[in-house]
């Protein structure tokens, strides 16, 4: 079964760059889209935007001028990049595939927090 | 900006029913909207529960059901039993690969 494993850096100082990746294993990355959620302490889901295996993207309204999401077929796995970040980055960033229009499976998440 | 409402919290007795419900502030929620709820505990990432408005995803029991009631979406809890104490979460699909997930609600079972 497909299982995802996000990786990259749990400290991103405030106005850098945060960069994760999503390692996709028991499945082929040219099979669905793929999602980033992210989640910030306490609070509920938010969704970042997806990406297909020939590279269309799409983001959401609100993060799509500080987000870019970007795929290696020959690594199978998908990153995120997102800049100029803050304290309001602070979150579980999950990454997902998306199916049907729903998200399943999810990776672990991995918590990333803006602070320098 | 799209804004999506789900209830803040519920509680329900061991072996009750509770409907959720998730809205769209300016607009109704049809199967269009491919309504999607998932559950999460704390420290887990979101399991999915129902997709395409009503159908259960692999594995997920039969107590928990989706449909349309009036102009929203609903999550049906029958049976509820102590491993459902976890926070509910919708999502509506919006188009052109846009989600919009709502502030979920809690459900606490006692």
């Known amino acids: 079964q497909v299982q995802l494993q996000e990786s990259g850096p749990g400290l991103v100082e405030p106005s850098g760059t945060l960069s994760l990746t999503c390692g996709v294993s028991?499945?082929?990355?040219?099979?669905?889209?793929w999602t980033w959620v992210r989640q910030p302490p306490g609070k509920g889901l938010e969704y970042i935007g997806e990406?297909?295996?020939?590279?269309?993207?799409n983001y959401s309204p609100s993060l799509k001028s500080r987000v870019t999401i970007s795929v290696d077929k020959s690594k199978n796995q998908f990153s995120l990049e997102m800049t100029s970040v803050t304290a309001a980055d602070t979150a579980v960033y999950y990454c997902?595939?998306?199916?049907?229009?729903?998200?399943?499976?999810w990776g672990q998440g991995i918590l990333v927090t803006v602070s320098s | 900006q799209t804004v999506v409402t789900q209830e803040p919290s519920f509680s329900v007795s061991p072996g009750g029913t509770v409907t959720l419900t998730c809205g769209l502030a300016?607009?109704?929620?049809?199967?269009?909207?491919?309504p999607t709820w998932y559950q999460q505990t704390p420290g887990q990432p979101p399991r999915t529960l129902i997709y395409?408005?009503?159908t259960r995803s692999s594995g997920v029991p039969d107590r928990f059901s989706g449909s349309i009631l009036g102009n929203k979406a609903a999550l049906t809890i029958t049976g509820a039993q102590a491993d459902d104490d976890s926070d509910y979460y919708c999502?509506?699909?919006?188009?052109?690969?846009?989600?919009?997930f709502g502030p979920g609600t809690k459900v606490t079972v006692l």
């Open positions: 395409n408005t009503n």
């Open positions: 028991g499945g082929s990355i040219s099979d669905a889209w």
């Open positions: 990406i297909y295996h020939s590279g269309i993207t």
């Open positions: 999502a509506i699909f919006m188009g052109g690969g846009i989600y919009v």
């Open positions: 300016s607009a109704s929620v049809s199967n269009n909207h491919y």
């Open positions: 997902a595939r998306s199916r049907t229009k729903m998200f399943d499976p």
